[in-house]
Protein backbone atom coordinates (compact mmCIF):
# COMPACT_ATOMS: atom_id res chain seq x y z
CA UNK A 1 0.00 0.00 0.00
CA UNK A 2 1.41 3.36 -1.44
CA UNK A 3 1.85 6.43 1.57
CA UNK A 4 -1.43 8.11 0.05
CA UNK A 5 -3.35 5.19 0.01
CA UNK A 6 -2.46 4.66 4.03
CA UNK A 7 -3.39 8.17 5.20
CA UNK A 8 -6.61 7.96 3.32
CA UNK A 9 -7.31 4.73 5.07
CA UNK A 10 -6.31 6.08 8.21
CA UNK A 11 -8.46 9.13 7.50
CA UNK A 12 -11.67 7.30 6.61
CA UNK A 13 -11.04 4.83 10.07
CA UNK A 14 -10.71 8.54 11.83
CA UNK A 15 -14.29 9.23 10.30
CA UNK A 16 -15.87 6.09 11.91
CA UNK A 17 -16.77 5.69 16.11
CA UNK A 18 -13.53 4.47 16.97
CA UNK A 19 -11.82 7.02 15.30
CA UNK A 20 -14.07 10.23 16.70
CA UNK A 21 -13.63 8.82 20.08
CA UNK A 22 -10.13 8.56 19.42
CA UNK A 23 -10.21 12.69 18.41
CA UNK A 24 -12.89 13.62 21.39
CA UNK A 25 -9.78 12.17 23.85
CA UNK A 26 -7.02 14.42 21.43
CA UNK A 27 -9.47 17.76 21.78
CA UNK A 28 -10.55 17.42 25.04
CA UNK A 29 -7.30 16.46 26.53
CA UNK A 30 -3.59 16.52 27.05
CA UNK A 31 -1.77 17.29 23.61
CA UNK A 32 1.93 16.28 25.15
CA UNK A 33 4.67 14.21 23.91
CA UNK A 34 3.77 11.30 27.24
CA UNK A 35 -0.18 11.20 25.96
CA UNK A 36 0.57 10.46 22.33
CA UNK A 37 2.39 7.45 23.89
CA UNK A 38 -0.30 6.57 26.31
CA UNK A 39 -2.77 6.53 23.28
CA UNK A 40 -0.80 4.62 21.13
CA UNK A 41 -1.17 1.47 23.52
CA UNK A 42 -4.86 1.48 22.59
CA UNK A 43 -4.48 3.25 18.66
CA UNK A 44 -1.94 2.92 16.19
CA UNK A 45 0.69 5.48 15.63
CA UNK A 46 -0.63 6.56 11.94
CA UNK A 47 -4.27 7.17 13.44
CA UNK A 48 -3.02 8.90 17.13
CA UNK A 49 -0.76 11.37 14.27
CA UNK A 50 -3.56 12.21 12.12
CA UNK A 51 -5.82 12.79 15.55
CA UNK A 52 -3.52 15.25 17.06
CA UNK A 53 -2.28 16.76 13.09
CA UNK A 54 -6.66 17.01 12.72
CA UNK A 55 -6.94 18.73 16.50
CA UNK A 56 -3.94 21.01 15.53
CA UNK A 57 -5.50 22.11 12.53
CA UNK A 58 -8.54 22.73 13.88
CA UNK A 59 -7.51 25.18 16.40
CA UNK A 60 -5.35 27.15 13.77
CA UNK A 61 -8.61 26.63 11.12
CA UNK A 62 -10.67 28.88 12.99
CA UNK A 63 -8.51 32.39 11.80
CA UNK A 64 -10.09 31.18 8.38
CA UNK A 65 -13.26 29.62 9.17
CA UNK A 66 -14.51 30.52 12.31
CA UNK A 67 -16.86 28.22 14.95
CA UNK A 68 -16.99 25.73 12.00
CA UNK A 69 -13.18 25.07 11.85
CA UNK A 70 -14.17 22.87 15.27
CA UNK A 71 -16.03 20.42 13.20
CA UNK A 72 -14.03 20.47 9.99
CA UNK A 73 -11.19 18.18 8.76
CA UNK A 74 -7.83 19.61 7.27
CA UNK A 75 -4.52 18.93 5.95
CA UNK A 76 -1.73 21.79 6.65
CA UNK A 77 -0.99 22.74 3.13
CA UNK A 78 -4.78 22.71 2.10
CA UNK A 79 -5.44 24.75 4.86
CA UNK A 80 -2.78 27.00 4.21
CA UNK A 81 -3.97 27.13 0.32
CA UNK A 82 -8.10 27.80 1.86
CA UNK A 83 -9.65 30.62 1.36
CA UNK A 84 -11.22 32.85 4.53
CA UNK A 85 -14.70 32.00 4.46
CA UNK A 86 -15.84 35.74 4.81
CA UNK A 87 -14.28 36.23 1.71
CA UNK A 88 -15.64 33.00 0.02
CA UNK A 89 -18.84 33.74 1.52
CA UNK A 90 -18.69 36.96 -0.67
CA UNK A 91 -17.89 35.35 -3.66
CA UNK A 92 -20.13 32.29 -3.65
CA UNK A 93 -23.12 35.25 -3.21
CA UNK A 94 -22.32 37.11 -6.13
CA UNK A 95 -22.33 33.70 -7.71
CA UNK A 96 -25.82 33.16 -6.17
CA UNK A 97 -27.28 36.73 -7.01
CA UNK A 98 -26.90 35.80 -10.78
CA UNK A 99 -29.05 32.36 -9.70
CA UNK A 100 -27.28 29.88 -12.13
CA UNK A 101 -28.90 26.30 -11.49
CA UNK A 102 -25.53 24.62 -10.36
CA UNK A 103 -21.91 25.55 -9.94
CA UNK A 104 -18.68 22.91 -9.59
CA UNK A 105 -15.72 23.60 -7.88
CA UNK A 106 -12.39 22.53 -10.12
CA UNK A 107 -9.80 21.63 -7.79
CA UNK A 108 -11.88 21.77 -4.44
CA UNK A 109 -8.99 21.31 -2.10
CA UNK A 110 -10.62 20.34 1.50
CA UNK A 111 -13.87 22.17 0.73
CA UNK A 112 -13.83 25.55 1.77
CA UNK A 113 -15.22 27.02 -1.19
CA UNK A 114 -17.57 24.33 -1.30
CA UNK A 115 -18.77 25.57 2.40
CA UNK A 116 -19.72 28.65 1.02
CA UNK A 117 -21.38 28.20 -1.92
CA UNK A 118 -23.61 25.46 -0.44
CA UNK A 119 -24.38 27.80 2.69
CA UNK A 120 -25.74 30.39 -0.26
CA UNK A 121 -28.32 28.01 -1.45
CA UNK A 122 -26.44 26.50 -4.36
CA UNK A 123 -26.11 23.27 -6.37
CA UNK A 124 -22.34 22.01 -6.10
CA UNK A 125 -20.32 19.41 -7.06
CA UNK A 126 -16.39 19.44 -6.50
CA UNK A 127 -13.75 17.82 -7.82
CA UNK A 128 -10.38 17.46 -6.84
CA UNK A 129 -7.30 14.95 -8.32
CA UNK A 130 -6.17 14.62 -4.49
CA UNK A 131 -8.41 11.39 -2.89
CA UNK A 132 -7.44 12.77 0.74
CA UNK A 133 -8.17 16.07 0.00
CA UNK A 134 -11.92 14.55 -1.65
CA UNK A 135 -12.52 12.70 1.03
CA UNK A 136 -12.06 15.56 3.48
CA UNK A 137 -14.50 17.92 1.10
CA UNK A 138 -17.07 15.48 1.84
CA UNK A 139 -16.84 14.94 5.45
CA UNK A 140 -16.60 18.64 5.45
CA UNK A 141 -20.26 19.15 4.03
CA UNK A 142 -21.28 16.01 6.05
CA UNK A 143 -20.27 17.84 9.19
CA UNK A 144 -21.40 21.40 8.67
CA UNK A 145 -24.63 19.79 7.23
CA UNK A 146 -24.34 21.01 4.19
CA UNK A 147 -25.44 19.21 0.54
CA UNK A 148 -22.78 18.81 -2.06
CA UNK A 149 -21.21 16.19 -4.46
CA UNK A 150 -17.86 15.62 -4.30
CA UNK A 151 -15.25 13.32 -6.51
CA UNK A 152 -11.85 12.34 -7.78
CA UNK A 153 -11.49 13.62 -11.09
CA UNK A 154 -9.43 15.87 -13.18
CA UNK A 155 -10.78 18.98 -14.04
CA UNK A 156 -9.16 19.52 -17.67
CA UNK A 157 -11.04 16.62 -18.81
CA UNK A 158 -14.61 16.60 -18.13
CA UNK A 159 -17.36 18.08 -19.78
CA UNK A 160 -18.26 21.44 -18.40
CA UNK A 161 -21.22 22.13 -20.06
CA UNK A 162 -23.57 21.12 -17.59
CA UNK A 163 -22.56 23.46 -15.39
CA UNK A 164 -24.27 26.77 -14.87
CA UNK A 165 -21.00 28.15 -13.29
CA UNK A 166 -17.38 27.11 -13.31
CA UNK A 167 -14.98 28.26 -10.39
CA UNK A 168 -11.49 27.36 -10.23
CA UNK A 169 -8.33 28.69 -7.96
CA UNK A 170 -5.46 27.13 -9.56
CA UNK A 171 -2.37 26.16 -7.93
CA UNK A 172 -0.08 28.28 -7.60
CA UNK A 173 2.68 25.91 -5.56
CA UNK A 174 5.50 24.07 -7.05
CA UNK A 175 8.11 22.48 -5.68
CA UNK A 176 10.44 25.76 -4.88
CA UNK A 177 7.38 27.59 -3.04
CA UNK A 178 4.70 29.76 -4.73
CA UNK A 179 5.05 30.72 -8.19
CA UNK A 180 3.33 33.91 -9.54
CA UNK A 181 4.12 32.74 -13.11
CA UNK A 182 0.70 31.77 -14.80
CA UNK A 183 2.41 29.08 -16.87
CA UNK A 184 3.47 27.29 -13.35
CA UNK A 185 -0.39 27.08 -12.32
CA UNK A 186 -2.41 23.96 -12.03
CA UNK A 187 -4.90 23.86 -14.13
CA UNK A 188 -2.98 25.72 -16.79
CA UNK A 189 -3.80 29.88 -17.58
CA UNK A 190 -4.52 28.26 -21.18
CA UNK A 191 -7.29 26.25 -19.17
CA UNK A 192 -7.96 29.48 -17.22
CA UNK A 193 -8.53 31.29 -20.42
CA UNK A 194 -10.80 28.66 -21.68
CA UNK A 195 -13.19 28.96 -18.81
CA UNK A 196 -13.07 33.09 -18.84
CA UNK A 197 -15.18 32.35 -22.46
CA UNK A 198 -17.89 31.43 -19.95
CA UNK A 199 -19.70 32.17 -16.94
CA UNK A 200 -17.31 31.29 -14.45
CA UNK A 201 -15.52 32.99 -11.37
CA UNK A 202 -11.57 31.93 -11.15
CA UNK A 203 -9.63 33.22 -8.02
CA UNK A 204 -5.78 34.34 -9.28
CA UNK A 205 -3.27 35.63 -7.56
CA UNK A 206 -3.51 39.60 -6.38
CA UNK A 207 0.19 40.38 -8.00
CA UNK A 208 -2.03 39.28 -11.64
CA UNK A 209 -1.23 42.30 -14.42
CA UNK A 210 -3.79 44.38 -15.42
CA UNK A 211 -2.49 43.35 -19.19
CA UNK A 212 -3.44 39.65 -18.36
CA UNK A 213 -6.82 40.38 -17.57
CA UNK A 214 -9.07 39.14 -20.82
CA UNK A 215 -11.12 41.51 -23.05
CA UNK A 216 -14.84 41.61 -21.28
CA UNK A 217 -13.60 39.90 -18.05
CA UNK A 218 -14.17 41.88 -14.60
CA UNK A 219 -11.05 41.37 -12.41
CA UNK A 220 -11.80 41.81 -8.42
CA UNK A 221 -9.39 42.68 -5.75
CA UNK A 222 -10.54 41.39 -2.17
CA UNK A 223 -9.30 43.00 1.08
CA UNK A 224 -9.98 41.39 4.61
CA UNK A 225 -9.63 43.56 7.21
CA UNK A 226 -7.23 45.14 5.82
CA UNK A 227 -5.22 42.28 4.25
CA UNK A 228 -5.18 41.32 0.89
CA UNK A 229 -6.34 38.08 -0.03
CA UNK A 230 -6.88 37.93 -3.35
CA UNK A 231 -8.22 38.48 -6.95
CA UNK A 232 -11.19 37.15 -8.55
CA UNK A 233 -11.73 37.27 -12.24
CA UNK A 234 -15.49 37.13 -13.55
CA UNK A 235 -16.98 36.57 -17.04
CA UNK A 236 -20.08 35.96 -18.94
CA UNK A 237 -22.79 37.53 -17.06
CA UNK A 238 -21.05 37.29 -13.95
CA UNK A 239 -18.81 40.60 -15.12
CA UNK A 240 -20.48 43.83 -14.54
CA UNK A 241 -17.89 46.34 -14.99
CA UNK A 242 -13.90 46.24 -15.63
CA UNK A 243 -11.99 46.39 -12.20
CA UNK A 244 -13.96 46.47 -8.77
CA UNK A 245 -12.38 46.84 -5.44
CA UNK A 246 -14.05 44.92 -2.49
CA UNK A 247 -13.21 45.58 1.47
CA UNK A 248 -14.31 43.49 4.06
CA UNK A 249 -13.96 44.19 7.73
CA UNK A 250 -16.00 45.02 10.92
CA UNK A 251 -18.32 47.34 9.25
CA UNK A 252 -19.45 45.13 6.61
CA UNK A 253 -18.66 45.25 3.01
CA UNK A 254 -17.65 47.69 0.58
CA UNK A 255 -16.98 47.66 -2.79
CA UNK A 256 -15.82 50.73 -5.24
CA UNK A 257 -15.29 50.16 -9.05
CA UNK A 258 -14.21 51.52 -12.04
CA UNK A 259 -17.53 53.60 -12.28
CA UNK A 260 -16.57 56.00 -9.36
CA UNK A 261 -13.53 56.69 -10.87
CA UNK A 262 -13.50 59.92 -12.54
CA UNK A 263 -9.98 59.90 -13.32
CA UNK A 264 -7.86 63.00 -14.41
CA UNK A 265 -7.50 63.91 -10.58
CA UNK A 266 -4.25 66.32 -9.99
CA UNK A 267 -1.44 65.81 -7.73
CA UNK A 268 -0.14 68.80 -5.59
CA UNK A 269 1.07 69.43 -1.66
CA UNK A 270 0.02 67.59 1.10
CA UNK A 271 -3.01 69.27 2.76
CA UNK A 272 -3.88 68.78 6.40
CA UNK A 273 -5.21 65.66 5.95
CA UNK A 274 -3.85 62.27 4.50
CA UNK A 275 -5.22 58.66 3.16
CA UNK A 276 -3.84 55.56 3.04
CA UNK A 277 -6.13 53.23 0.57
CA UNK A 278 -6.49 50.19 1.17
CA UNK A 279 -4.29 47.44 -0.88
CA UNK A 280 -7.23 46.30 -3.02
CA UNK A 281 -8.03 49.63 -3.79
CA UNK A 282 -4.15 50.08 -5.37
CA UNK A 283 -4.04 46.86 -6.61
CA UNK A 284 -7.70 47.44 -8.64
CA UNK A 285 -6.12 51.07 -10.10
CA UNK A 286 -8.66 53.01 -8.12
CA UNK A 287 -6.49 55.40 -5.89
CA UNK A 288 -8.06 58.44 -7.75
CA UNK A 289 -11.99 56.72 -6.97
CA UNK A 290 -10.89 57.41 -3.46
CA UNK A 291 -9.64 60.96 -3.97
CA UNK A 292 -12.86 62.04 -5.62
CA UNK A 293 -14.63 60.68 -2.96
CA UNK A 294 -12.37 62.87 0.23
CA UNK A 295 -12.67 65.50 -1.94
CA UNK A 296 -8.73 65.53 -2.06
CA UNK A 297 -5.98 65.04 -4.95
CA UNK A 298 -2.78 62.88 -4.94
CA UNK A 299 0.62 63.53 -3.35
CA UNK A 300 1.96 62.46 -6.57
CA UNK A 301 1.04 60.70 -10.03
CA UNK A 302 2.80 57.81 -9.12
CA UNK A 303 2.57 57.50 -5.34
CA UNK A 304 -1.16 56.09 -3.65
CA UNK A 305 -1.28 58.29 -0.90
CA UNK A 306 -4.20 60.73 -1.02
CA UNK A 307 -4.72 64.35 0.58
CA UNK A 308 -7.83 66.63 1.09
CA UNK A 309 -8.18 69.29 3.01
CA UNK A 310 -11.61 67.41 4.49
CA UNK A 311 -12.11 64.57 7.60
CA UNK A 312 -14.24 61.55 6.11
CA UNK A 313 -14.72 58.08 7.52
CA UNK A 314 -14.38 55.85 4.15
CA UNK A 315 -13.78 51.72 4.39
CA UNK A 316 -11.37 52.27 1.40
CA UNK A 317 -8.69 54.35 2.82
CA UNK A 318 -7.18 54.65 6.71
CA UNK A 319 -7.27 58.55 7.60
CA UNK A 320 -4.31 60.38 9.15
CA UNK A 321 -3.49 64.19 10.28
CA UNK A 322 -0.73 65.80 9.15
CA UNK A 323 1.01 67.09 12.50
CA UNK A 324 4.01 68.82 11.33
CA UNK A 325 6.85 67.80 8.82
CA UNK A 326 9.93 66.85 10.08
CA UNK A 327 13.68 66.50 8.69
CA UNK A 328 13.52 63.53 5.63
CA UNK A 329 17.50 62.58 5.77
CA UNK A 330 18.19 60.63 8.54
CA UNK A 331 20.53 62.45 10.84
CA UNK A 332 18.26 65.42 10.88
CA UNK A 333 15.47 63.31 11.38
CA UNK A 334 16.95 61.12 14.55
CA UNK A 335 17.51 64.24 15.89
CA UNK A 336 14.00 65.54 15.63
CA UNK A 337 12.84 61.93 16.57
CA UNK A 338 14.74 62.45 19.79
CA UNK A 339 13.60 66.23 20.57
CA UNK A 340 10.30 65.38 20.44
CA UNK A 341 11.02 62.21 23.27
CA UNK A 342 9.65 59.33 20.50
CA UNK A 343 10.52 56.09 21.45
CA UNK A 344 7.74 53.88 19.94
CA UNK A 345 7.72 54.60 15.88
CA UNK A 346 5.57 53.51 13.36
CA UNK A 347 7.04 53.68 10.03
CA UNK A 348 4.69 53.91 7.18
CA UNK A 349 6.62 54.53 3.45
CA UNK A 350 6.03 54.50 -0.43
CA UNK A 351 7.80 55.52 -2.92
CA UNK A 352 11.10 55.29 -1.22
CA UNK A 353 13.92 52.37 -1.25
CA UNK A 354 13.37 52.12 3.02
CA UNK A 355 13.35 49.42 5.55
CA UNK A 356 11.41 50.26 8.52
CA UNK A 357 12.77 47.69 10.50
CA UNK A 358 16.53 48.71 9.60
CA UNK A 359 15.62 52.45 9.59
CA UNK A 360 14.29 52.12 13.25
CA UNK A 361 17.56 50.33 14.40
CA UNK A 362 19.93 52.87 13.20
CA UNK A 363 17.43 56.07 14.86
CA UNK A 364 18.22 54.27 18.28
CA UNK A 365 14.97 55.82 19.69
CA UNK A 366 14.44 57.05 23.42
CA UNK A 367 11.70 58.33 24.79
CA UNK A 368 8.39 57.87 26.56
CA UNK A 369 6.00 59.15 23.26
CA UNK A 370 4.80 57.08 20.40
CA UNK A 371 4.74 58.01 16.62
CA UNK A 372 3.29 57.71 12.82
CA UNK A 373 5.79 58.33 10.56
CA UNK A 374 5.11 58.38 7.06
CA UNK A 375 8.20 58.62 4.27
CA UNK A 376 6.96 59.14 0.98
CA UNK A 377 7.87 61.67 -2.36
CA UNK A 378 5.72 64.58 -2.83
CA UNK A 379 6.02 65.46 -6.20
CA UNK A 380 9.36 63.82 -6.67
CA UNK A 381 10.77 65.29 -3.58
CA UNK A 382 11.62 63.07 -0.06
CA UNK A 383 9.39 64.05 2.41
CA UNK A 384 8.80 62.62 6.18
CA UNK A 385 5.52 63.77 7.81
CA UNK A 386 4.85 63.39 11.50
CA UNK A 387 1.03 62.18 11.53
CA UNK A 388 -1.57 60.74 13.96
CA UNK A 389 -4.72 58.10 12.66
CA UNK A 390 -8.45 60.06 13.09
Partial sequence: MSSDESRLETFE??????????????EAGDRSLGAASSLRARFQAEQVSLAFSIAELRDKGRAKFGSAARHMYFTREALEQATRLPVARHRAGRIAAAAPDSVIDLGCGIGGDLVA????????????????????????????GLPGAVSVA???????????VRFA?????????RSFRPDAWLPSWEFVSDLLTRASCVKVAPGIPHAMVPAG??????SDHGELKEAVLWSGPLATVVRRATVIGNGGLATLTDED???????????????EP????????????????????LIDPKIAWVTSEHAFTTPFARGYRVLEEVPFREKALKQALRQRGI????????????????LRARLSLRGDEAATLVLTRVQGRGVALLVEPF
Avoid: C
Wanted: proline residues 5%.
Fill in 13 to 26: WLLGDDGQELLSQV
Fill in 217 to 222: VEAEWV
Fill in 343 to 358: GSLTIKKRGVQVVPEH
Fill in 278 to 297: DDAVIRAGLVTAVAAGVGGR
Fill in 169 to 177: DPARRTGAG
Fill in 261 to 275: DPGGIDAGPVLGLLY
Fill in 154 to 164: DATTLDLSPFG
Fill in 117 to 144: LAEAGLTTAGVDLDPLRVAMARANLVAL
